[in-house]
């Protein structure tokens, strides 16, 4: 499974957008990215997802580098609620694994 | 009512002792997966299955072993439980393959086990 790389922490303000980091050079042509953040005392959920182009949905934005090697999920105004870990998580067509790495904790000050 | 629930939802234990941990879903679902959370990492792989009689091993299924006894029911089981199995357990269910790949998975609210 290619590796993810996401700083182990970042802190934003409340109502602010908040650009989330994900880079992954060894991706492979079939890897989809998929985003899912745990809440806290809670299980993971699930984010977005996307292959080559950009994508957005109700809770986020994902931004995918041309060449793929790096992707950034965007909250567009983050709110106390958006307080948790964010795991970026490359996925190949066809496996069923999520393989989850460290994540990025992320604090939203109010 | 949750989608996917586990019980118990926390457990204390002795080292040596079997223990069970359950999961079920109201989704439909056919593919169900079993995942170990230790404090600060994220989540590792035990067992998984694509439907009842399909069972796989994933990263770390030393010590562990599964019975997928319905399409909505996946046990977990520790045969002799051991202090470093000590961790928060999340059951997960995920629908079956697209040619979009996109099977998000859904997890259940986890299992604290603490073994002494």
């Known amino acids: 499974d290619a590796k993810t790389t996401q700083p182990n922490s970042m802190e934003s303000n409340e109502e602010e957008p908040v650009h989330l980091p994900c880079n992954h050079s060894t991706i492979s042509g079939t890897d989809y990215i998929h985003w899912y953040r745990q809440l806290p005392s809670q299980g993971p959920e699930y984010v977005i997802h996307?292959?080559?182009s950009n994508v957005n949905n109700r809770m986020a934005s994902l931004a995918i580098a041309e060449d793929r090697k790096s992707s950034t999920l965007i909250l567009h105004r983050a709110t106390l609620r958006d307080a948790a870990v964010y795991y970026c998580?490359?996925?190949?067509?066809?496996?069923?694994?999520?393989?989850f790495g460290q994540g990025t904790r992320l604090t939203i000050n109010p | 009512d949750a989608d996917v629930t586990q019980t118990p939802r926390n457990r204390i234990t002795k080292t040596g002792k079997r223990i069970m941990l359950e999961c079920s879903q109201t989704k439909g679902h056919d593919r169900m997966y079993w995942y170990r959370q230790d404090p600060g990492l994220g989540l590792r792989l035990i067992y998984y299955?694509?439907?009842?009689?399909?069972?796989n091993k994933g990263e770390i299924s030393d010590g562990y072993s599964v019975s997928r006894q319905a399409q909505a029911k996946f046990s977990l089981s520790l045969e002799s439980a051991i202090p470093n199995q000590t961790a928060l357990y999340f059951c997960?269910?995920?629908?079956?393959?697209?040619?979009?790949?996109?099977?998000?998975?859904?997890f259940g609210p986890g299992t604290r086990l603490t073994v002494l």
């Open positions: 998580i490359l996925k190949g067509g066809g496996a069923q694994k999520l393989v």
């Open positions: 299955s694509f439907d009842v009689k399909d069972i």
């Open positions: 996307g292959l080559t």
């Open positions: 997960a269910t995920s629908d079956h393959d697209t040619l979009s790949s996109y099977n998000e998975q859904f």
